[in-house]
């Protein structure tokens, strides 16, 4: 696999090179079974953030971000089987961004699942995204795989529908990612019950992929890096053999292992996030297995926003990142470990200066 | 008629002085010591408005979309040799050059109030950490 792996991401560099200049900020997940038949691939595109200014402007710079990532995963060989887009295309969840970012996202020549974030969900309560990508939360198999798109940014009802005069301000309110009056993600006791059923139907050796928007683990809450009900959905998880869950909302590079459960972050095409140890004030538990991303450049505007590909060999995923203006990474799972683990960089004594955030 | 005792005078004269300064520069109440903090945390609170404002610059963008918290602004650092620019810079250039291209606004002068409010707000979310100018 990892020839062929090796031998695509020649491709795409020099596809990359000989169209656009650069390297591809999109994510590529492979799958990998006993039979190559079998195999497949996907692209994963995050968190774009558009933003309307007023009348046809909207932010140049977030525009970009998502513009490069489709037209580079439009070159990918061989072409994926879908592409996953993992939430938040919208800055305020307004119409005139929604419709910007689907105008966007329609040059893509392949079958697009959407993920809700809280940018696009909190104005309308995701009414207009419905309309525009289908149900906030469903199910589908593809090759052997059973793949899981769940709704995770809710949250108590209280705040939902008492706590704000108007939906615009709810919006506002909770698009502050460092803003005191938000509250907790969760994914709710309506999507547990679905999940459940779900899951029922499905034998436990078959591998499972969940994407959320918000990690289902707890990382730092101030910013909702953070799902309130995450042990009860990796209790849901737990009875199969491999899962993987693919979230976005951080912005950066994060992995973990919880018992049968391996969590892989991918990166915004809009802007990089701090990791919470950049925060004096904050108490944080981001996964000790995670070895930063690089310290963004923010004279480099794509610099932080990269692109991976993820191999799933038997359900277990590899990942391999480029990063804009740094040095790629590759993050395996380690099969006698059983975690996930950087290539070059896992051990402390290994880690370069600009992974030393503070 | 009495005579006038220079010395005497003098020691008046100083005497007077050295109780004026003991009243100005000894002599604060805990009022005076919140009324001072409050000026600051006055300056705080209208850093971390602006922070998240977004009628800073021109295109909605705000400072906390990219910085929440403040987070990687490190103001114990500065002044420090800025690679990008190529010299020596304290924290209020670094933030004129935000305010100039991801916010596509117009830069403030160093002693705008609302730079000085900035200011305020980004090393108040970096209290208690240890001061280290030129670190990058």
Known sequence: MNNINRSRRNFLKTGGALALGGTLPISLVELAFAEASQNFTFAYISDAHIQHIKGSRFVRNWDRGLIRAVAETNLLTPKPDFVMFGGDLAQLGSPAELDHGAEIMSALSHKVHYVMGEHDYYLDLGVYWEKLFGPQYHSFDHKGVHFIVLNSIRTYDDW???????????????????????????VGE???????????????TTPIVVFSHSPLQKIYKGWNFWTEDAEQVQALLKPF?????????????QYNQIGNISFNSVMATAWPWPYPASYAQAQHYLPKLTVPMNRADPFFERDATGWQFINVANGNVDLNFTLYNNTDRVVRFDKTKKHPADKDYQTENMRIDPQQHY | MARFNPITTVFAVFGLAVNLNAAQADEFTTVDEQRWQQQFMDSVKQGRALWTSPTLGSNGVACAQCHPNAANTHPETYPKFQKQIGKVIPVWEMVNWCLRNPLEGQPLAADDPKMVAIQAYITYERRGVKLEPGKH
């Open chain 1, 160 to 186: 939902t529908y008492n706590r704000w005069p108007g939906n615009e301000q709810r919006m506002l309110e909770m698009a502050g990612l460092d803003n005191p009056n938000g509250s907790p993600f969760m």
């Open chain 1, 190 to 204: 309506e999507q547990r019950k679905w999940l459940k059923a779900d899951l029922a139907k499905i034998a436990k």
């Open chain 1, 241 to 253: 053999k491999t899962v993987s869950v693919i979230y976005g909302h951080v912005h950066q590079i």
